[in-house]
């Protein structure tokens, strides 16, 4: 080879841009951001016209030098090939000095940005900001939950309640949600996020206010569907704002923070129990409520004057200036924030057709694919209820009281010390998914669980360190929840579903999940009285292993595979490939709708140009995931 291809030429694919029109810098030999480039690309469907060009000398753009040929034939031709219309220097594969430099963008960086792709994008402060107010919203929930766990009691005895009563109490919060999660889509497609922040906030002062000062079980539980529903609204909303003013390369990371978020408002719930321990116990719990009313006015604070408007939804209402502006705070000073504008409206309308082509019919009544897909994804979903989680954290103090701990100062300084365990772990899970994979660590949760749970019910079996048994076992508990099943369970159906029935899908989940939960808290109390404590968690060991055999015969690895290798698992395990040929279809139609308004809207030449390479479902390249960039 020549002197003159010993170095790359700048600004092409041999010095490290990627092979897009609009081009990126991404790692070469001399720049170690990610793996080399190597020249074996795939174009898709090849253009007739293009191949039969300089087919026996320089097809590709290769000059004497290169094919090792002392003639200057090959490179002659080359140059008294003018360009075509619509196509550029760099779609002949390597560099030649004579062709047009590329300019430098950050096109897909957004799109496709996982991984090591775009990890040196840093998060900027602004979406630090943005992530940790809608965050805020989540310790609502986590605070109903660690407040009623220390004032259930004294609400019972307060206000003479049955055991089925406060049960009926306890667990309809999930019912009440679930209302508030199927409400949350119109308010937030309609309005935006910033006012589903607002009436989540509004309905949890106005419920809170309602059961601080109830005088009677109906005004309690009149107070409490405006908790719930305000519940509710926040769960739906909190992850998607997040996820919709996040990078995608740390849209994972952020959207932790909810969960986070929810453990942080335990720990504070179970606090309020401590702080109103000495005050009579009638007060007691009406002063725990109230301060239930402080965070929701820190989130309508700043969902007016300090979170901004999602740009996704921005660009729905084809307010795109707006979304740009917003999208100048989330990334890096100079970014292209353009290219994600018109990305997002890109995947609103696959999401668009995808609705309209893929109806209810396809969960109700599911091919074989379709069906595993669903077994795994809503399965998962169920089995984090099935283990007991939310009917063990309500009722806590009912568990200590009767393993004999029954000093109120003492069971408050137990909680804060569980619910900072089950803060501490759950932050530490989620790093080790990505590190370890989905299904270890769901089976050392599971069993982990099962054998705490074993623990705890020594505590009602004998009287030697029967204290020390439920306090030892519901601490281990709670941490190998938080390591597994707790975040993996929303994990799992988020990787597995197919982008055609994921919304629909992920509401079935979510929609079972609460079910499960109102079931199992709604029923705590009266089974474990029927069964005897220990009967009750000696049931529940066993179900963690049927969970557990259950996961390792149905879940698979999810870790660092993209989506289109799940549709093809489960495909192929089920022998179905109605999976794949609805897909297809479904992006054939989809980029076939995207072609021709591209058409419409460039000129004649470019259109006829590329028109060819857009015959084919556009997907991440599963093998050059170093290169930034759609591989047209």
């Keep these: 080879m020549s002197d003159a291809h010993q170095q790359p030429i700048p600004n092409t694919v041999a010095d490290g841009y990627s092979r897009t029109d609009q081009r990126i810098p991404i790692a070469t030999s001399t720049t170690p951001v990610a793996p080399p480039l190597d020249f074996d690309y795939n174009d898709g469907i090849a253009d007739p016209e293009f191949d039969n060009v300089n087919n026996d000398n320089d097809s590709y753009g290769a000059t004497s030098a290169d094919t090792g040929s002392g003639s200057t ?121 910033r006012w ?53 390369a740390h849209r994972g990371q952020l959207v932790t923070w909810s969960e986070i978020a929810t453990n942080v408002g335990i720990v504070l719930g179970f606090v309020s129990g401590l702080v109103f321990s000495g005050v009579d116990d009638g007060v007691a719990w009406r002063l725990m409520f109230s301060m239930g009313a402080i965070l929701p006015c820190f989130v309508i604070y700043f969902s007016t004057f300090v979170m901004p408007e999602s740009p996704r939804w921005l660009v729905s209402k084809d307010r795109e200036a707006e979304a740009q502006e917003v999208l100048k705070m989330v990334y ?38 379709f069906k595993r897909m669903l077994l795994v994804g809503v399965g998962t979903a169920i089995a984090q209820q099935l283990v007991g989680i939310d009917a063990i954290q309500y009722f806590l103090v009912f568990i200590l009281d009767e393993s004999g701990i029954k000093s109120r100062p003492a069971q408050t300084t137990i909680l804060i010390v569980l619910g900072i365990i089950k803060l501490v772990v759950i932050v530490l899970a989620g790093h080790l998914f990505d590190r370890r994979g989905r299904r270890p660590l769901f089976f050392v ?23 020390g048994f439920a306090v030892f076992g519901l ?23 197919s982008t055609m029935i994921r919304a629909k899908a992920m509401s079935v989940a979510t929609f079972m999940n609460r079910v499960t939960a109102t079931i199992i808290s709604s029923t705590f109390l009266s089974v474990a009285n029927a069964m005897s404590y220990a009967g009750f968690f000696i049931m529940m060991s066993l179900i963690c292993l049927i969970v557990l055999v259950w996961m390792y015969v149905y879940l698979p690895e999810t870790k660092g595979r ?7 698992y489960f495909a192929e395990i089920t022998g179905d490939r109605s999976l794949l040929d609805a897909e297809e279809m479904l992006y054939r139609n989809g980029n076939d709708d995207a072609s021709l308004s591209e058409r419409e809207s460039r000129p004649a030449v470019e ?14 390249p599963p093998e050059d995931a170093h290169i930034v960039g759609t591989m047209a």
């Design 73 to 193: 034939t090959g490179d002659n031709n080359s140059q008294s090939q003018p360009l075509r219309p619509g196509e550029s220097g760099v779609d002949r594969h390597l560099a030649h000095p004579d062709r047009p430099h590329i300019e430098q963008t950050h096109e897909g960086e957004h799109k496709f940005d996982h991984g090591d792709i775009a990890s040196h994008l840093k998060i900027t402060r602004s979406t630090k900001l943005f992530a940790f107010c809608a965050a805020i919203n989540s310790c609502n929930l986590g605070y109903d939950i660690g407040v009623n766990t220390g004032a259930a009691p004294l609400v019972q005895d307060s206000l003479q309640l049955s055991d089925l009563q406060l049960e009926i109490f306890m667990g309809s919060l999930n019912l009440f949600a679930m209302l508030g999660a199927l409400t949350s889509n119109w308010i937030s497609d309609k309005l935006g996020r």
């Design 196 to 248: 589903a922040f607002r009436v989540a906030a509004i309905g949890f002062i106005f419920g809170t206010v309602i059961q601080s000062g109830a005088g009677g079980y109906a005004s309690l539980m009149f107070g409490r569907a405006f908790v719930g529903l305000g519940v509710g609204f926040g769960l739906a909303v909190d992850p998607v704002y997040i996820s919709e003013i996040s990078q995608a």
């Design 332 to 369: 890096p000073d100079g970014y292209d924030v353009g290219v994600i504008v018109r990305e997002i409206k890109e995947g609103i309308e696959k999401e668009s057709i995808a609705e309209h082509a893929i109806g209810w019919d396809v969960i109700f009544f599911p091919t074989p694919a």
């Design 445 to 467: 949760s599971l069993l982990g669980m099962s054998v705490s749970l074993m623990l705890v019910s020594f505590a009602f079996v004998g009287n030697a360190n029967s204290e």
């Design 475 to 497: 601490a281990l508990y709670l941490a190998f929840f938080s390591i597994g099943m707790g975040p993996g369970a929303w994990l799992i159906p988020s990787e597995v579903f």
């Design 562 to 568: 993209p989506l289109e290798d799940m549709s093809r």
């Design 607 to 620: 259109s006829t140009a590329r028109s060819q390479r857009n015959l084919v479902p556009e997907k991440p």
